[in-house]
C-alpha cells in the first residue's frame, strides 16, 4: 500500500480510535509494513527544499527534536519525519519520538487514540494539540526496523487535516530519499515454459521449473521463490526431499517442509529456523492457512522467508492430507534489499485459465496431478523396487496404482477408493484402470 493511500485512510478515522492492522500480510512484508530510514544513528535535520501544500507552501527545515518538516499545506498543516536509532518495541519508539516532538507545539500533545501491530513494530496514534495559538489535529506512525525507528507526524485544524492530509502525503512521499537500489525493480512478463502462467522476472532471475502453474525461479544473489506448489502427504510415507507424517497446521507444516529439503538438519540440530510473525489468512471450511515470516540457519548461512502456506486434511483412511505453499527466501542479509523485488514478482504471477479448469476438472484428476509431483521429484525410487516389493509396499501403506490407458500416467490411491475412483472416471469419459501387480514397475 502506497504512504498516500495508508495515511488517507488513516485520516478518515481521526480522530476516532484506529483500529490495528487487519492485513493479511505480516509486518515483516512489503505491504505490511514500510518506512523510509536514513543512514546515520541519531535523528536528521532538513535539507532548506522547497515544498508546497494544497492550500499554501513554505520552506522545508527543522522542526524540533531532531524532526524535519517534509511538507506543508496552508498557515498552519504540516508534515515532519524523523528517524533515529532504537531497539525492537514501537510502543518504546513512539513515547521517544512523541517526547522529541512536544516542544515544536504550544504545550504538550494529548493523545486521543492508538493501536499497533501484534509484533510491535508498528504504532498509529491521534492526538491533539496546539500549535502557534490554533487547535490541530494529528497523526503520527512509527514503525521500527533493524534497530531504527522512522516517526512521521502529519497535523492541521481540525476542520482541514482530512483534506490537507492527502496532499502534504503524496509530497512526502515525492520528496523521500529511495531506498537502496531503488526500490523495486522492473520486471519482465515472462510465460512460462510449459504454457501454463506468466510471471514478472526482475533482470539477472531466471526460471528453474516450472509445471501446470506451479514456477521456481532463482535470483542473482541467492534469492528463490517457488509459487503454487504443493503435495499429496501421506502419514506412513518415506519420501525423500518431501513431507512425511501426521497432519500439521501452516507453521508445523512448513517447519517439516525445511528440514525435508535440507535432509533433516534441522531436526538433526545442524540447523535452526524460527518463526518472525505468523498471519492467519482467511479459508475454505477445514482448511488452515497463513502468511509466515520466518528465518532459517543451516551449516552456519542465514536466510529469511515469506511462505503462504495452505494445509487440509482428506479425511481418508489414509489420514493422507494437502500441502499448498508459496514462499520466497533471499540471504538473511540482503533481506530488505531483495523483498520488495521478490514480492512484485510474486503479485505478477498468474495462471492460465484453462489450467485451473484442467486441475478442478475431477478429483481423481487433482489426485493424481498432486501425487504427480511427488512420483516425478522421486522417479529412480520407484525403480529401487522389483514388481513384488512394490506390490508389498502399496499393501502396507494401504494404497493402489491406477493408470490412465490413454496417456500411461499413474497414481497411487486409496486401496478402499480405488475402484470407484476408477469407476466414476470412466463414467466421466476417462480411461482409467487398476494396475495389476506384475505391472507395477513400468
Same mark, same amino acid.
Given at each position: 500500500?502506497?504512504?498516500?493511500?495508508?495515511?488517507?485512510?488513516?485520516?478518515?478515522?481521526?480522530?476516532?480510535?484506529?483500529?490495528?492492522?487487519?492485513?493479511?500480510?505480516?509486518?515483516?512484508?512489503?505491504?505490511?509494513? /514500510?518506512?523510509?530510514?536514513?543512514?546515520?544513528?541519531?535523528?536528521?535535520?532538513?535539507?532548506?527544499?522547497?515544498?508546497?501544500?494544497?492550500?499554501?507552501?513554505?520552506?522545508?527545515?527543522?522542526?524540533?527534536?531532531?524532526?524535519?518538516?517534509?511538507?506543508?499545506?496552508?498557515?498552519?498543516?504540516?508534515?515532519?519525519?524523523?528517524?533515529?536509532?532504537?531497539?525492537?518495541?514501537?510502543?518504546?519508539?513512539?513515547?521517544?519520538?512523541?517526547?522529541?516532538?512536544?516542544?515544536?507545539?504550544?504545550?504538550?500533545?494529548?493523545?486521543?487514540?492508538?493501536?499497533?501491530?501484534?509484533?510491535?513494530?508498528?504504532?498509529?496514534?491521534?492526538?491533539?494539540?496546539?500549535?502557534?495559538?490554533?487547535?490541530?489535529?494529528?497523526?503520527?506512525?512509527?514503525?521500527?526496523?533493524?534497530?531504527?525507528?522512522?516517526?512521521?507526524?502529519?497535523?492541521?485544524?481540525?476542520?482541514?487535516?482530512?483534506?490537507?492530509?492527502?496532499?502534504?502525503?503524496?509530497?512526502?512521499?515525492?520528496?523521500?530519499?529511495?531506498?537502496?537500489?531503488?526500490?523495486?525493480?522492473?520486471?519482465?512478463?515472462?510465460?512460462?515454459?510449459?504454457?501454463?502462467?506468466?510471471?514478472?522476472?526482475?533482470?539477472?532471475?531466471?526460471?528453474?521449473?516450472?509445471?501446470?502453474?506451479?514456477?521456481?525461479?532463482?535470483?542473482?544473489?541467492?534469492?528463490?521463490?517457488?509459487?503454487?506448489?504443493?503435495?499429496?502427504?501421506?502419514?506412513?510415507?518415506?519420501?525423500?526431499?518431501?513431507?512425511?507424517?501426521?497432519?500439521?497446521?501452516?507453521?508445523?507444516?512448513?517447519?517439516?517442509?525445511?528440514?525435508?529439503?535440507?535432509?533433516?538438519?534441522?531436526?538433526?540440530?545442524?540447523?535452526?529456523?524460527?518463526?518472525?510473525?505468523?498471519?492467519?489468512?482467511?479459508?475454505?471450511?477445514?482448511?488452515?492457512?497463513?502468511?509466515?515470516?520466518?528465518?532459517?540457519?543451516?551449516?552456519? /548461512?542465514?536466510?529469511?522467508?515469506?511462505?503462504?502456506?495452505?494445509?487440509?486434511?482428506?479425511?481418508?483412511?489414509?489420514?493422507? &492430507?494437502?500441502?499448498?505453499?508459496?514462499?520466497?527466501?533471499?540471504?538473511?542479509?540482503?533481506?530488505?534489499?531483495?523483498?520488495?523485488?521478490?514480492?512484485?514478482?510474486?503479485?505478477? &504471477?498468474?495462471?492460465?485459465?484453462?489450467?485451473?479448469?484442467?486441475?478442478?476438472?475431477?478429483?481423481?484428476?487433482?489426485?493424481?496431478?498432486?501425487?504427480?509431483?511427488?512420483?516425478?521429484?522421486? +522417479?529412480?525410487?520407484?525403480?529401487?523396487?522389483?514388481?513384488?516389493?512394490?506390490? &508389498?509396499?502399496?499393501?502396507?501403506?494401504?494404497?493402489?496404482?491406477?493408470?490412465?490407458?490413454?496417456?500411461?500416467?499413474?497414481?497411487?490411491?486409496?486401496?478402499?477408493?480405488?475402484?470407484?475412483?476408477?469407476?466414476? +472416471?470412466?463414467?466421466?469419459?476417462?480411461? &482409467?484402470?487398476?494396475?495389476?501387480?506384475?505391472?507395477?514397475?513400468?
Amino acid at each position: 500500500m502506497r504512504l498516500a493511500s495508508c495515511l488517507v485512510l488513516a485520516a478518515s478515522l481521526a480522530p476516532a480510535q484506529i483500529p490495528p492492522d487487519r492485513h493479511n500480510l505480516p509486518s515483516g512484508s512489503p505491504a505490511g509494513s /514500510k518506512a523510509a530510514t536514513n543512514s546515520s544513528s541519531a535523528p536528521q535535520q532538513g535539507s532548506g527544499q522547497q515544498g508546497s501544500g494544497q492550500q499554501g507552501s513554505g520552506q522545508q527545515g527543522s522542526a524540533s527534536g531532531g524532526f524535519t518538516i517534509a511538507a506543508r499545506s496552508g498557515n498552519v498543516g504540516q508534515a515532519l519525519n524523523a528517524s533515529f536509532s532504537s531497539g525492537p518495541s514501537a510502543k518504546a519508539a513512539f513515547r521517544t519520538a512523541i517526547r522529541q516532538v512536544s516542544a515544536y507545539f504550544d504545550r504538550p500533545p494529548q493523545l486521543l487514540s492508538g493501536a499497533g501491530d501484534a509484533a510491535d513494530t508498528q504504532i498509529q496514534a491521534t492526538f491533539k494539540a496546539s500549535f502557534n495559538n490554533t487547535p490541530v489535529a494529528a497523526l503520527m506512525q512509527v514503525s521500527t526496523n533493524n534497530g531504527r525507528a522512522s516517526a512521521m507526524l502529519f497535523f492541521d485544524r481540525q476542520d482541514l487535516l482530512r483534506q490537507s492530509l492527502p496532499a502534504m502525503a503524496k509530497q512526502v512521499e515525492a520528496n523521500a530519499p529511495k531506498a537502496a537500489g531503488g526500490g523495486p525493480a522492473q520486471l519482465t512478463r515472462t510465460p512460462l515454459p510449459d504454457k501454463s502462467g506468466f510471471i514478472g522476472l526482475a533482470p539477472g532471475w531466471r526460471i528453474a521449473t516450472a509445471y501446470k502453474g506451479e514456477v521456481q525461479a532463482t535470483g542473482p544473489n541467492g534469492e528463490a521463490l517457488m509459487l503454487g506448489a504443493s503435495q499429496h502427504v501421506f502419514p506412513r510415507g518415506n519420501y525423500p526431499k518431501v513431507i512425511n507424517g501426521p497432519y500439521l497446521q501452516p507453521w508445523p507444516a512448513l517447519q517439516a517442509y525445511e528440514d525435508a529439503i535440507f535432509d533433516h538438519a534441522l531436526s538433526q540440530g545442524r540447523g535452526s529456523i524460527r518463526m518472525l510473525e505468523q498471519a492467519p489468512v482467511q479459508a475454505r471450511q477445514g482448511q488452515q492457512s497463513a502468511y509466515i515470516s520466518f528465518e532459517i540457519t543451516v551449516n552456519g /548461512k542465514a536466510s529469511r522467508g515469506l511462505a503462504n502456506v495452505l494445509t487440509s486434511p482428506f479425511n481418508d483412511d489414509l489420514r493422507s &492430507w494437502f500441502f499448498y505453499m508459496s514462499i520466497v527466501v533471499g540471504p538473511a542479509a540482503q533481506w530488505t534489499q531483495s523483498l520488495p523485488t521478490m514480492w512484485e514478482m510474486w503479485k505478477s &504471477w498468474t495462471v492460465n485459465q484453462e489450467v485451473y479448469r484442467e486441475r478442478m476438472e475431477s478429483a481423481i484428476k487433482s489426485m493424481h496431478e498432486i501425487t504427480q509431483i511427488i512420483l516425478d521429484t522421486n +522417479a529412480a525410487r520407484s525403480h529401487a523396487f522389483d514388481n513384488h516389493n512394490y506390490g &508389498w509396499t502399496e499393501t502396507f501403506r494401504g494404497v493402489t496404482m491406477i493408470e490412465d490407458t490413454i496417456t500411461k500416467e499413474r497414481a497411487e490411491v486409496d486401496t478402499n477408493y480405488a475402484q470407484k475412483l476408477v469407476e466414476e +472416471a470412466n463414467a466421466q469419459g476417462y480411461k &482409467w484402470r487398476i494396475v495389476p501387480v506384475d505391472q507395477l514397475i513400468p
